[in-house]
Each structure stands twice: as structure tokens, then as C-alpha cells.
């Protein structure tokens, strides 16, 4: 379905300076023959960043991931990883996770980890510590063979910490996983941020990027569409969703000032209001009337629906 990332840079009233950018990305190009995967990105990601990448398949999210990784050849543009240009050095200070992990299914976590710690050439990893913090402590003598999806993906966030990275980069790291190994993974990726670190996800799943993203950006056929705050996304009623046993109620509704449109939904009324007026304050100016209301629920805008409404906003782009 859908999975990317991108950063907004916000600037403190207390501090005048901007935040310290992790990646900056400007004019971004890779084309594949006649097939334009990238065309002029310009994206930004701030230190302590849970940055999201959303879009359609085909968009440029894993391209975009392959070219700052040092995966992919670019066709144009540059970035740079920490204000300098991208080299092994730098990808150092990097945990990422772009494919699943090819680990040795007879061994076990801790064994897979020294094999790991080898390949990328770092030294003394706190390889128990790290396994304490994913949860797979008690299982780290087990063969990788009987681990669950969900603890799979666990031991996957383990190697990437290895190194002990300033940035994890996270491609689908809820994809598989039942509604439990979900919301396992999504509360060590709220721990993981909470350290500090930025963490670039993408992921198909909205409802999992508005829960533990901070920014996010959607990609459609290698353009940048929005980037921006998450919490920009739902701020603001849309609609109040309201009924009660009075044949007035429609009425009485129309004659408040700052009621903007009524619509009919079933049983009872959705109501869309200016920003002067809030659930609780339509509330009271119902019981002012002598109207009490049965169900009064505010509607607030999703993520998913701003993602669909900038898809079918976008045309043929």
C-alpha cells in the first residue's frame, strides 16, 4: 500500500536557531532509463526527528532510502548526512534496516549479533544490553528459528543498534506482524526516540505512522507532495457529530453564528463549526436552548485522509 519519511525545520520562540539538520537532501534525481523513480526531492530531517515517508508503490520512498544509504547511484542532486557529504564515515553513525535481515537460523540472537558486530567492524558492542532493550533478553541463547515474526523483527532493530547510530532508518518495520507484535514494535520505536535519536520510517501502515511519528512527507511518482508536522494533521475539529430528542434540534443548530454547514448523517447531524467554536461550547449552547444532547463526538482529521485527499489532489503528477 503506502511507506516514507521526510522533516520539517521548526524553529523555538526561546531559541532562534533552527534545529541541527541530520539529512538534507536537495534536488534529488534518479531516472531509470525512461522511468523517473526521483525528480528533484528536497527534503530536510531534523535532529530528534521521528520522520515518516508515506506514498503509493512506485512513489521513490525506497529509492530515496537506497540513495542516502549509498545503496543506489543518484542521476542528480546531492545530500548530505550530518552537514557533510555522504561517505562510509558517515554512514557509520547510521542503523538501518532497508530488506530483512539475513540471519543464521541455527543460531542464536546472540551469536547472529558477534556475526553482525564482525561484518560492520564495531567494537565491543553491549550486545546483552541491547538485547535487554528490544525484549529478547530472556530468548538470547534460543536458535533465531523459533523466534516469532514480531521477535524477529525485535533482533532486526537490535543489529541495527549495534553501532549505537545517531539515525535508524526503519523500512516496514510493522509489515507482517499480527496487531500484538504491532504494538510491540511501535512502543520500542517511542523508546528509541525517546533517547534522542532520529529515526527515519517508512511504513504502509497511516495509522502507525500518526501514532509515532513527529513529521512525515508523502511521495507520489518521485515528487514531493507535503511535508510537514504530524500533529498540523489533527489540529482542529472538522465536524461534530451530534443528535437529541428534539424535532428543534436542526433548527436551533442553524442559529448559532459559528455553525458553518449541517449535513444529515442517520440519526443524527454532522455538524462543521469556525475555529471560534468547540465541541464543549456547541454542548453548552444546546443546554442553553433546552436541548440536551444524547451523542456529541468530535470528528478530527486523519492522517490517512490527508493522504488520500493529496493523492487524488495531485492528478496525474
Request: aromatic fraction near 6%.
Amino acid at each position: 500500500m503506502f511507506a516514507e519519511i521526510i522533516t520539517v525545520i521548526l524553529i523555538s520562540p526561546l531559541n532562534p536557531q533552527p534545529l541541527e539538520t541530520v539529512l538534507s537532501i536537495n534536488n534529488l534525481t534518479k531516472h531509470y532509463g525512461m522511468v523517473r523513480a526521483l525528480e528533484n526531492l528536497d527534503l530536510s530531517i531534523g535532529k530528534g526527528q521521528v520522520f515518516g515517508i508515506l506514498g503509493p508503490n512506485g512513489s521513490g520512498k525506497t529509492t530515496t532510502l537506497g540513495i542516502v544509504l549509498g545503496v543506489i547511484n543518484k542521476t542528480e542532486g546531492s545530500y548530505q548526512w550530518f552537514g557533510q557529504t555522504g561517505s562510509k564515515a558517515q554512514r557509520k553513525k547510521i542503523g538501518a534496516i532497508l530488506e530483512a535481515p539475513l540471519f543464521y537460523p541455527y543460531l542464536s540472537a546472540l551469536k547472529n549479533l558477534e556475526i553482525v558486530a564482525l561484518i560492520k567492524e564495531i567494537a565491543r558492542p553491549d550486545m546483552e544490553g541491547i538485547l535487554k532493550r528490544v525484549g529478547l533478553y530472556e530468548r538470547r541463547k534460543d536458535a533465531f528459528r523459533t523466534y516469532s515474526l514480531g521477535m524477529k523483527q525485535r533482533l532486526s532493530i537490535a543489529s541495527a543498534l549495534l553501532c549505537d547510530p545517531e539515525v535508524m532508518i526503519l523500512d516496514e518495520p510493522t509489515n507482517g506482524l499480527d496487531p500484538q507484535g504491532i504494538a510491540e514494535i511501535r512502543e520500542l520505536i517511542t523508546q528509541i526516540a525517546a533517547e534522542g535519536k532520529t529515526i527515519i520510517l517508512a511504513s504502509h501502515l497511516l495509522d502507525e505512522v500518526q501514532k509515532v511519528c513527529s513529521h512525515f512527507a508523502v511521495l507520489k511518482k518521485g515528487r514531493l507532495l507535503h511535508t510537514g508536522p504530524v500533529a498540523e494533521v489533527t489540529k482542529g475539529i472538522i465536524a461534530v457529530e451530534v443528535s437529541a430528542a428534539s424535532p428543534h434540534l436542526k433548527t436551533v443548530l442553524e442559529q448559532h453564528p459559528e455553525v458553518l454547514s449541517i449535513a444529515t448523517a442517520e440519526d443524527r447531524f454532522s455538524v462543521k463549526m469556525s475555529d471560534k467554536l468547540n465541541a464543549a461550547e456547541l454542548n453548552r449552547y444546546l443546554f442553553d436552548q433546552g436541548i440536551i444532547a444524547s451523542h456529541l463526538v468530535s470528528q478530527k482529521q486523519s492522517l490517512e485522509k490527508q493522504f488520500l485527499d493529496l493523492l487524488k489532489n495531485s492528478g496525474n503528477v
